[in-house]
């Protein structure tokens, strides 16, 4: 039984919470949040003790390992401070916005060597991970094309927006880190194109909220996403992998599995699963258990910082590409 | 070019018109009608010529062949005439509705052996046959379940219902020989069971418009039959085989083949194809074309009289099951 | 949290085991089984104290409910004694397999009324509650057609097919429970027809492997059935509802759930999940869950013993159905 | 019914041929080849009047149009003779492969101004129609994204490549013309990306064989396509619409409509149709269908001059795009 302390009583916070009680072998010690009074609600949702010192919950020898789900822009300092007090971290994705302070990160983590893993949760998918380990095991051939779709049922508000890095960072991201996980390499150069289609205010930003993107791997396999901020039938999540010897697909999800049919539609299905919590709820369950397999197996966990360095170096080159008309090559270290 | 003489002037007559036209190896010489006026009418459609003399028609040397699509009650006295004249008949289903009368068609084409072809024309659709062809080639091994879909999209009118002979003679009888043919046995007893549930009129005839039919075959294999008068998204008509290495399952046909997604439902279609003119339009010419290839190669067609014997008196034996609430074993001889 | 007892160590013992462990609002208390060894191992398994003596666990306190988990031909025995002990029980499907037997269940619960519930586990299966509640919120209208299918992978060991009470009584019985709680009524007539196609034990033994059965509900609604010993491609399980408005459809379910194009098939699914644990897995634990919430919210189970003796009612006349080969109006009380 | 001259007699005049038989509005008068042993040889299976002299075949007042059905560099020059001859054309695509060439066909039609069609038989294929029509009437909303998939069974002889102008102009640009006839505009820019992945011939020839195209349209609707030079499971044909109140698909087509269900693989279809023949059999009769129609109603046909430039334009856009990897706006008048 490993003794967790949370980091953060958020939106995130509130997913984690069920799935750490709900794994057998974690045990949530603690909330922290500088805010005592926010801490002290989610502990009222999800259990433990709640803290507003960082150092007392980082020397507290009950914690064996810390779950990071605070605002991205606070990541650094806490990878930072948790890997000096040798915790093992799990850190929400993604790392940061910028290459220079994930690349702090990373450099933390060179200097003080704990397990991180960081929340690509997604990879953990069951179906995505099925596809991946099928195309892994040769099932399909040699790949020459993947695709991914991730069509979001709403515009966020602005507020979020404003703050997500752009789209390609905020969202994107996933995608490419599937897409390059699914491949095991990554793009030589990226293209990308976005519109403002749905919402103006995201247009006012300088965001877009309909994206394609095109990633050509070393290997010549040719990769496309696209990405939008609205979707009038749920969160369209979509995966298909071409190979030399054929294809795999991954369905989208709903609540209700009933064929339908009347006067208007014939051999329908209901909506898909209204958003990313819905859709990956199980997912978010599987990367603790990944975390938790690691520290006990005493391996590194499957999702490193450097695979968040690769996606925001790729998400930051779809950004510029969009911006500059043109293929660009992704800042690799 | 075989010569045809096409004797009826109603709804099947215009199905089978344009099938004649269609194809290159029949030609279109007389529409035969007691009422001649009826016969122009369906020349000034289909071409050809009108005639009211039976016997001036059997009589013209031009008519290879002859296609009966008059009221069913006619049928023994055409095939009569046809066969004592030496000509090929196609005659639409059913042969006729009382096993005596059926006997007496019978008699007149063992007395007189002219090529005869029963227009049991499902048999001749391209997914059916593929279906037929797939369970006789041991794809799936031995027979365990056949399984028949008809739900027609409406009640017919009450006239038509009066003078059909009753749903299982009327409509099962499809589904029946269809499932004989599949199955290549015919059942040692079947059972019956109706309700009406859409057209109150239909059971002041003291006939049903909903039933499940369950044949036994003598191999053991079981098949079931469901049919209704009425059914919300179109004609629905759907066929499963299940044997000891698999299962087989033809589809359903709509005239628009897109998948719609929207706010209310997803991965739908378009109701099906309206009722049996559009479902099975390609099959009248399928089946037209196997009278003219049997013609041409000098060899019995392939549904024959004593097919829709086998049919009649299962379908018999449904309607007295349906009665007596009891299995039921049909009259052959 | 509610103390349960769970009487029975063998396969259902096994498949309750985890569910009681995983519900929070239920706790194992004891393991009982007249060998002791067998409860002790059980208790290795799922925890618990294992306990030979039934007046002592039945006499303990800690003991909230209990759980019947044994051959079938027990569960009189232990329904009595519990009702006796005046402890609520939640007992598996059969009650027993003749009436006379289930009749003095019913007394028994009658002269002292326990809170009892019959665990019928597919009407808690998600995609069929979904379908019985679509069905009697009136989505697809007045209902016309029910169909079950219910396909086993592979033969049981002949052992059990001797124990069993014939098909009908072990197997139908769930396809007959469902379509009458969908239906909301309970048939006038039955007819069933069977065969041996598979294993030729079993029709040493009197018994067929191949079913189809019919219900005649006495709003017309007609049911088919079909059962097979066998299936190729895993445990074929679907429900199709056809109402005056429209079609209801649950589908059947993979372990894996990837579309699959190559050389030979496209657009295909893996094989079926493999059987009835794996099917209906959550099933399972859902239906502890109604009786953990009708026994904490004060009101009755809502699968009844009237409802266990229905449907064995119903399955006693397919039976007889069988060897008769007429309708058969079972014997309800 | 109007006479037609037939230009060619190779593998275009031979899908060509039957159509026009069929057709019941045209009768085929003359083949046209300048080696009249080949012309002989088509006249053979398709019937009319074999011809090696272009003057007189467009003197002969029989000839009431002329469907060109030769190779690509030859486009040019009978569509000049023929508009002097004041005779109106169909003609297959591609115009031809350079701007410049094509112009002259535009200059020659501005100077002689017959009708004229380009042969884009895939706007003709029912289901695509459908999906545009669908589009045009808003039943999606407006557009977001547009996709398309067209992969080959297999690579196509590298004499084949040679002369084909590359992928882009071969292939693509099929896709090319149906996603702007879908969407009702041209793209501002286009980005396009390749690999050769299944045959080194096709790279040594400084080809690619598997590629992935972005067009931002004016709309800031955003399409892909994707191509590819085999396929392991045939022709795969797909689009795909995406717009504000939902989304659109086209299912790929089969030659066996069964569904099979066995131990490796449930819910499966066989492979695609084989290849365009196959799959837009009926397309190239609905486009000869639109020429008929168009010159009886005195009506310019759907597909123009223009349409063919513009296509040609953004297919080469697609080309420089690769190989300079950067967007790039179509060269349009």
Redesign the interface.
Request: hydrophobic share 35%; glycine share 8%.
């Given at each position: 039984m490993l003794g967790l302390a949370l980091l953060g009583s958020g939106r995130m916070a509130d997913v984690y919470g069920p799935k750490i009680n709900a794994h057998p072998g974690f045990h949530l010690v603690t909330i922290y949040n500088p805010r005592l009074a926010s801490a002290e609600k989610a502990v009222a949702r999800h259990g433990g003790t709640a803290d507003d010192d960082l150092a007392r919950v980082l020397g507290d020898d009950r914690i064996d390992a810390v779950i990071i789900a605070t605002p991205t822009d606070t990541h650094l300092e806490y990878v930072q401070a948790c890997a000096k007090a040798g915790k093992p971290v799990y850190c929400e994705k993604p790392l940061d916005m910028t290459l220079e302070r994930v690349d702090k990160c990373l450099d933390a983590l060179a200097a003080h060597p704990v397990p991180f893993m960081l929340g690509f949760n997604r990879r953990f998918d069951?179906?995505i991970r099925?596809?991946q380990t099928?195309v892994r095991d040769g099932?399909?051939?040699?790949l020459?094309?993947l695709?991914s779709w991730s069509?979001e049922p709403a515009p966020p508000p602005i507020a979020y927006v404003r703050r997500s890095g752009g789209y390609f960072i905020d969202a994107t991201i996933h995608d490419i880190d599937l897409l390059c996980w699914i491949a095991g390499e990554r793009p030589a150069?990226v293209?990308a194109?976005?519109?403002?289609?749905?919402d103006p205010a995201i247009a006012a930003e300088g965001d877009v909220d309909?994206?394609?993107t095109?990633m050509?791997m070393p290997s010549?396999?040719?990769a496309?996403v696209?990405n939008?901020r609205?979707?009038?039938?749920?969160f369209?999540q979509r995966l298909e992998a071409?190979g030399?010897?054929?294809?795999?697909?991954?369905?989208?999800h709903?609540d209700?599995?009933?064929?339908?049919?009347?006067?208007?539609?014939?051999?329908?299905?209901?909506?898909?699963k209204h958003f990313f919590l819905e859709r990956y709820d199980a997912s978010f369950y599987h990367a603790l258990d990944e975390f938790h397999r690691a520290l006990t197996e005493e391996r590194a966990p499957s999702c490193t910082a450097a695979d968040g360095r690769t996606a925001l170096a790729i998400a930051l080159a779809c950004e510029r590409s969009r911006r500059e008309?043109?293929?660009v090559e992704p800042e690799y270290v």
């Open positions: 069951p179906d099925r596809l099928a099932e399909i051939g040699a020459t094309f695709m069509r150069e293209f194109s976005g519109s403002c289609l749905f309909a994206t394609m095109v050509k010549g396999c040719l496309h696209n939008s609205a979707c009038a039938y749920g369209d071409f030399r010897d054929g294809m795999l697909q991954t369905r989208n709903r209700d599995n009933l064929v339908r049919w009347d006067d208007t539609r014939t051999n329908a299905s209901m909506p898909l008309h043109r293929a």
